[in-house]
Structures are given as C-alpha cells and as structure tokens.
C-alpha cells in the first residue's frame, strides 16, 4: 500500500517515513509542499496521505481537497503540532478522515492505519 | 488539616468533541506508566481520550491536567479549553500546586475521581516532585491515588522519564500500574 507524507520539514518526514517502515508500510514516498505533493499524489495514487496542515503557501487544507478532486477514494490525515480545533474542522470538512498530532508515534500511527488502511 | 481546608475547584468541564478517532485504549480503572521525555505520547493519550466519544459506559471523560509546564502552554497546545489545569510550581495562586504540598495534590487528585466517575488524570512532573520531596512519599501519593482509580471507571497517566530515577525507584513507580510502550522515537 503507497503512503505519502507531506511536511516542509525534512526532519520530520525521515522520522515518519522510518516509523512508517517500522509498522511495516515500505512504499512511503515524501513532498515538502503542495506542488510537489500534487504531482506525486497525480503519479502515485497513494492510498494514505499524510498532510501537515501548515505548508508554505497554499495550506494543507488547500492540498486536501486538491488530493480528494484527483481520487475521491483516497483517505487524508491531517497532522499539525498544535489542536487548532478550527483547523482540524476544516480539515475534516474538506475530507480528511482522521488528525494526528506531531510529533506522532507508534501508537497512535498504528491505531491510524489500522482505522484506515482497508 | 490544612490542606483539607482548601478545596480544590476542579470542575467538570468537558472539552468539545474533535471528530477524529480514538487512537489509545486505555482501560478503565487502571493506571499508566509512560517511560518518555519529553511527554508527548502521555498528552496525546490524554486529549485524545477526552476529545473522542468510547463506546461502554464512559461515553465521555473529563480531564484534570497537573503538570510541570504552564498551563497557558498546555491549552494552547493541545486545544485545551474545559479541562483543569494544574501548575507544579513554587508560586501562589488559584490553580498552582506547590510541589512540597502533597497533601493538596493527593486531595485534588482523589476528589476529582470522586466526583467524575468517567475522568482521566495526567501527572506530569513526577521528576520535580521527587526533586523537592522523598521518593517514598511520592510514591504513597501515587499509589494512594492509584487505589482510588482502581475502584473507579477513571484513568491515570504519568509521564515518567527513566533517566532521572534507578531501577528500584522505578519498578516501584509500575509496580501497580501499566506500562504503555513505543519502541521507536517519536516523529
């Protein structure tokens, strides 16, 4: 199954994609912005998105629903280190099924995927 | 009876519901041991459990935060807007517990899971407590603490970073209690 994590911080996508790979998801591609998350959702379908809420220019948001107008039947995960009650809403309004809260963990990763990934 | 003589004013106050899944499983009645630093799985455990509705008989949990970091931070933060919160530190004030007067956080901490059958406490700062009091009367606390939440439908959390006590002190800490584990880092 292809994930895909979006987040300006290098740092922090490593870390995802390792702990991604650790639960036993190997075809995680990254993107650090909403371009480049568009052109990779385009290209590789990925069934779980993971989309820090907070990018540089067009907000995370923003890449929900462009992801959800390529494939309605993608799922998206909004992530963000703060509970912004009204962003998470919006989130979730725009179509993104579920929020995690940064920096994430095994725990509450797996419980995600294990909600998400049939 | 000093401490008796202040009430603690822990309301119940639930938060709004977030609309996203249930992510920890924690049982009622029990407490737990995270062994992290800084808490960030023992925080995400404990908003997520009182921003998301659970099947069974707790519908809905009300929170009672204490911990060594500032309140304001901690609502900002985490969205906290209902929940109390209480500040381990050496200043007076209305929601401001000194760390030497463990008789007041034993007291707020029993009353609250009296009177919410359904809450969910998070200690965090047991470090700062044991830096300002023996580690066997923080460790009474707990457990007297941990007594109370057995008999209950409530839930503990205590953030606990291994490498500020020895291996006795810390098997005591969990010896009544579960341990909640995440074997990588955190991203």
């Not at chain 1, 992801?67 to 809403?89: E, H, Q, Y």
């Not at chain 2, 202040?6 to 309301?11: D, G, I």
């Not at chain 2, 992290?36 to 929170?63: K, L, M, Q, W, Y």
């Not at chain 2, 009672?64 to 906290?80: N, T, V």
């Amino acid at each position: 199954m292809k994930i895909l994590v979006v987040d300006d911080s290098e740092a922090f996508r490593k870390v995802m994609i390792e702990l991604l790979v650790r639960v036993g998801f190997h075809e995680v591609m990254e993107a650090e912005n909403f371009d480049s998350a568009v052109e990779v959702f385009q290209r590789e379908k990925p069934k779980i998105s993971f989309v820090d809420m907070v990018l540089p220019g067009k907000s995370g948001v923003e890449l929900t629903r462009a992801m959800l107008a390529v494939d309605p039947k993608a799922t998206v995960i909004a992530m963000s280190s703060i509970i912004n009650k009204k962003l998470i809403r919006e989130s979730l309004e725009a179509g993104a099924k579920d929020f995690l809260l940064k920096p994430t963990n095994e725990i509450a990763l797996n419980s995600v995927l294990t909600m998400w990934s049939d | 009876m000093g401490f008796l003589s202040r009430k603690p004013k822990v309301k119940k106050s639930e938060e709004s519901g977030l609309g996203i899944t249930r992510k920890y499983t924690l049982a009622r009645g029990r407490s737990y041991v995270v062994e992290e630093s800084p808490p960030n799985i023992s925080f995400d455990a404990f908003v997520n459990i009182i921003s998301t509705p659970e099947a069974g008989g707790c519908t809905r949990s009300v929170g009672l935060a204490i911990s060594r970091q500032h309140p304001d931070f901690i609502r900002q933060k985490y969205g906290l807007e209902q929940t109390p919160i209480y500040w381990l530190a050496t200043r007076t004030g209305q929601e401001i517990i000194a760390p030497t007067n463990l008789g007041i956080l034993t007291h707020t901490m029993v009353s609250f899971i009296d009177e919410n059958p359904c809450g969910v406490i998070l200690l965090d700062g047991i470090e700062y407590l044991v830096s300002n009091n023996d580690f066997t009367k923080v460790l009474r606390v707990v457990d007297q603490v941990n007594d109370h939440i057995a008999q209950s439908k409530s839930i503990m959390i205590i953030p606990v970073d291994p490498r500020a006590f020895d291996l006795k002190e810390l098997a005591l800490l969990e010896r009544n209690m579960e341990k909640i584990v995440s074997t990588s880092k955190s991203a």
